[in-house]
């Protein structure tokens, strides 16, 4: 009896563990599915190279850009992007980043549906960038 209620407690988590997987690869797969949808991926040089002549937006939230941020970058979370529209030329390149890519695929996928056609999402996001950072001064 006892055997048979910890086998069943064991299918039950294995079920639950199982479930947070496929939600999670699922979740994955459509990221990687709109970035290459609505963005281009690029590495470092690109992004280095290209930034001089491009909007370079950072979509993590203020406090997060306020600790450290790409040299030259602007601040649109991604929770004001749809306010600061106005901010954005639609003819000029959009360099995105955030933490990871999550946030910047989030954000290339608005900025298409709005007309952008030329949006470039750093791969890798902040965490993986050598190039120059600047902080917020208080």
């Given at each position: ?52 002549r491009a909007q370079v937006i950072d979509v993590r939230n203020k ?65 993986k960038w050598t190039g120059k950072t600047k902080k917020a001064k208080y």
């Amino acid at each position: 009896m006892v055997i048979a209620s910890v086998s069943g407690g064991l299918l039950l988590f294995d079920a639950v563990i199982i479930a947070i997987l496929l939600i999670w690869l699922g979740s994955a797969g459509l990221n990687r599915w709109r970035r290459k949808r609505y963005a281009t991926v690029i590495d470092q040089a690109a992004f280095q190279k290209g930034s001089h002549r491009a909007q370079v937006i950072d979509v993590r939230n203020k406090e997060d850009f306020d600790r450290g941020h790409i040299l030259g970058a602007r601040s649109i979370p991604l929770s004001y992007m749809k306010q600061q529209m106005g901010d954005l030329r639609a003819d000029l390149p959009v360099y995105l980043y955030d933490e990871g890519m999550t946030l910047s695929t989030q954000a290339a996928a608005w900025l298409a549906k709005q007309g952008f056609q030329q949006v470039y999402i750093l791969d890798g996001g902040f965490a993986k960038w050598t190039g120059k950072t600047k902080k917020a001064k208080y």
